[in-house]
């Protein structure tokens, strides 16, 4: 049976996390920086070397087809794919494993002359972890970027328009990287859990169902600047201390209030002017809600804008409430999970469906195309950090499931 080379896949993943690899293990490769960048000349030069044609589209989506150098809609493609953009300080699997598997995968087609009624492609996707906007390059893709992409940028201000034209894009330009209607006819993507499901049920295969829907805003809380050993405690008006009620009180609301799945997290926050001996005038924090149900994430941010209002009566001052992005979740294919559930049954792994609370290009290839997902297990449900990481005998399975699953759609499964 036809099968992927652990070997070859796993020097390429050791190869790619060299870019933007830090001294302690991990890696930092934020899009469109200088890892990344290297990164993607790296990857093209893989994909050419193993017979691929490429090309960069307007929004920094780099391709590897077996065929032609575009999709078309006179030839619907089964696509896979995933990015190599990475959190700070995150793992060398994140995104990098659905790339290089699928290449690897297209690889093994082309080497074994294996027949394939309809063209194979594989993606690596920009920003898909949303520096500069929640999984960009997919969305540019697929026709989904909305908003001005001049007010784009990253917690750090660095705005998106900028990198991008560091990088030699134009930012401006992104959106002509919309694929013609038709032209993609299915997507799958292998991915790590990044969770503890499977490890912990002894499964080696998860088929997604859904994928998670994820809303960020910016709440401000506008106090006081003041002096913080004469200002008597009771006169002040600390944007901080606003900040932290906040952050512990839609805690609660959205474990009280939201689903079973409902999440919620603070991972930034910013207090101006940032001394210790100055009552903080104003802070910043990037609030970031998660939810399958759109409806339930419209509701949660809705209460949670009355809720910073609320705050800032309580705390005397005043809040600011600026979106930054919503993804919509999305339901994966009925025939996409079906046909990676015959992969895994013809190679005899026992599967588990089930729901991801990460966000995914997937989930806007849902919109173009029937789209699925294929997840190993993570060891100790690792990531977004250094020691994310899977079992070699893991990775292997999920890549030949990758394998047989883009063969069966491509045969018109
Ligand atoms: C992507 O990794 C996410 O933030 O869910
Ligand atoms: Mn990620
Ligand atoms: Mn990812």
Redo the contacts with the bound molecule.
Sequence with gaps: MIAISLPRLTSRINALARFGALPGGGVTRSCWSAPHEEARAWLLGEMRAAGLATWVDPAGNTFGSLGARALSPETPAVLTGSHIDT?PEGGVL?GALGVLAGLECLQVVRETNTPHAKPLAVAAWSD???RYGSLFGSRAFCGLLEGNVDEMAAPDGTRLVDAMAHAGFDARRAADARTPKGAVSSYVELHIE?GPRLEEAGIPIGVVEAI?G?RRSRVVFVGQADHAGTTPMERRRDAFLAGADYALRAREHVVTRGSSVSVTNIGVVRVHPGASNIVPGRAELLHEMRDPDPGVLERLAKECAALAHDVARTHRLAVELYPISATTPAQCSARVQATIEKACAKLGLATRRLYS????DAQNLARVGDAGMIFIPSQGGRS?RVDEMSDPAAIQRGANVLLHTLLALADGA
């Excluded at 609370?357 to 995914?360: I, K």
Aim: aromatic share 0%; net charge negative.
């Design positions: 959190v994140d898909e972890e949303g990044q998670v994820v609370a990460a966000g995914h977004h």
